[in-house]
């Protein structure tokens, strides 16, 4: 392979704002309806329509931050494009533990975006050198590391780099790799539209494959929906849940590859800045060579796993934790005869089955007296919200003690004669 040259890695420009403007921004809690308020209160502290355009936007984006970064979000410096690929901080600090288990001591974050995986990182005592091609989003990332005197930010393209030349603020080289490929186009700030092709990120998914067999131990954060056959086998890919959203897959590589690991399921409880591992489920095998389920027909309960068990393809291991089977193999729904309470799968009681059919559904809902609805479906050619708001037209808009909710779970599966598709009325375990 032809040996790519250094390219030059220059300082992160200066801190975007200056102090008058953090000044300012520190006391401002935005709120949309009293933002023509606030923007006269910028311009009379003397700033210009464009600059107090700016500090508004800052104060808007920590808002939207703080579910992602909790208290935190008030001392950071974001973009959008930044902020909606952010890493939320309980699952950076997932991360970061890994690296710390692992017994590394630094580590080279490429294409660190605004920094949230690389704050987790120091965070963590880890040495982190951090490279951003953007030099706006690499400002904001070094002054939110601004606390941190071993976390350096540096402009430079990913795609170009040779890791062997990286030196870490400690002057050695990073012990590891973390990127976080971009997988969205950008402009003006804004992200335009995903990316699904892995050549197109950037870096590309065949950077990536190079810098793995270097040998250096080394993480990378993928869209949870990447093909399971894209996936290399000396990686242990992790699908990772939080809160009940499954954000990543990650692939482990080298040192930070677990042994006879092949797929990984973490499911992480709802806490915006602890990890709290609820539950991990591991296979040894590819995907394609996991032995097929049980496939039956409904029990007395059905069984929705966590969507990191779902994305890591190991349904399997729900139908034989709960003695069940599933309902159809193409379909991630598990019934069984016995209930029992999972940390990385939900429960309903099956308390009626109905037809698939919208004129039976209605009367349904108006002969029980339902107001209020959620409606799931795997399988079947239903939008949840629009059925939702079909069979509620009409309905009594009684509140409180006077009004009813229904959950509703339409599916389909394969039976003795053909397929087989109902509405299943169910309460929560």
């Given at each position: 392979m ?7 890695l220059?300082?992160?420009p ?26 006269t209160?910028l ?15 800052q104060?808007r984006?920590?808002?939207?931050a ?6 935190e979000a ?19 600090e ?13 580590v ?14 120091a965070?963590?005592?880890l040495?982190?050198?951090?490279v ?8 904001c ?5 601004r606390?941190f ?13 040779e890791?062997?030349?990286l ?15 971009a997988r969205r186009?950008?402009?003006?700030g ?11 990120f ?6 990536i ?7 250096v ?7 949870p ?5 894209a996936i290399?086998p ?5 699908w990772v ?23 990984r ?5 709802p806490d ?11 296979s ?15 029990g ?5 796993p ?9 349904v399997?291991?729900?139908a034989?934790?709960v ?32 037809p ?12 029980h ?7 799931k ?6 939008v949840?919200e629009?059925?939702r ?7 009594s808009?009684?509140?409180g ?24 009325v169910v309460?929560?375990?």
């Amino acid at each position: 392979m032809e040996r790519v040259s250094l390219p030059d890695l220059s300082p992160a420009p200066p801190v975007p704002f200056d102090e008058q403007e953090l000044t300012l921004l520190a006391g401002l809690d935005y709120r949309e309806q009293d933002a023509l308020a606030a923007s006269t209160r910028l311009r009379a502290a003397g700033l210009d329509a464009d600059r107090a355009a700016a500090v508004l936007t800052q104060a808007r984006l920590r808002g939207e931050a703080a579910a992602k970064f909790g208290s935190e979000a008030e001392h950071l410096l974001l973009t959008r494009a930044g902020l909606e690929q952010a890493t939320r901080r309980a699952v950076a600090e997932h991360h970061a533990a890994r690296f710390r288990v692992a017994g590394l001591s630094s580590v080279a974050d490429l294409g660190c975006g605004l920094g949230a995986d690389a704050l987790a990182f120091a965070r963590a005592g880890l040495c982190v050198l951090a490279v951003e091609i953007d030099p706006h989003t690499a400002a904001c990332a070094a002054a939110n590391l601004r606390s941190f005197p071993d976390a350096r930010v540096l402009v430079g393209d990913v795609e170009q780099l040779e890791p062997g030349q990286l030196r870490c603020p400690d002057g050695g080289a990073p012990a590891a790799l973390w990127l976080d490929p971009a997988r969205r186009e950008s402009g003006r700030g804004r992200t335009r539209q995903r990316i699904f092709d892995p050549e197109a990120f950037s870096p590309p998914f065949s950077v990536i494959r190079r810098l793995a067999a270097t040998g250096v131990p080394m993480g990378v954060k993928m869209g949870p929906g990447m093909d399971r056959a894209a996936i290399p086998p000396e990686a242990t890919a992790e699908w990772v849940s939080h809160g009940g959203d499954v954000v990543e897959v990650v692939l482990w590589f080298n040192a930070l590859a677990t042994p006879g690991v092949r797929r990984r399921a973490t499911v992480l409880g709802p806490d915006p800045l602890v990890p709290r591992a609820l539950h991990v489920l591991d296979s040894p095998v590819a995907a394609e060579q996991e032995p097929a389920a049980p496939v039956g027909p409904p029990g007395a309960y059905l069984y929705e796993p966590d969507g990191a068990v779902i994305r890591s393809g190991q349904v399997r291991a729900l139908a034989e934790a709960v003695d069940g089977r599933l309902l159809d193999p193409r379909i991630a729904y598990v019934t069984s005869d016995d209930a029992r309470e999972l940390d990385w799968a939900r429960c309903w009681r099956i308390a009626t089955r109905l037809p698939l059919h919208e004129k039976t559904l209605r009367r349904w809902v108006r002969e029980h007296g339902v107001t209020s609805l959620t409606v799931k479906k795997r399988g079947v050619d239903v939008v949840p919200e629009r059925l939702r708001r079909r069979l509620l037209a009409g309905a009594s808009r009684r509140s409180g003690a006077g009004g009813k909710h229904a959950t509703l779970l339409a599916t389909r599966w394969d039976g003795p004669d053909g397929e087989q598709r109902a509405c299943f009325v169910v309460e929560p375990l």
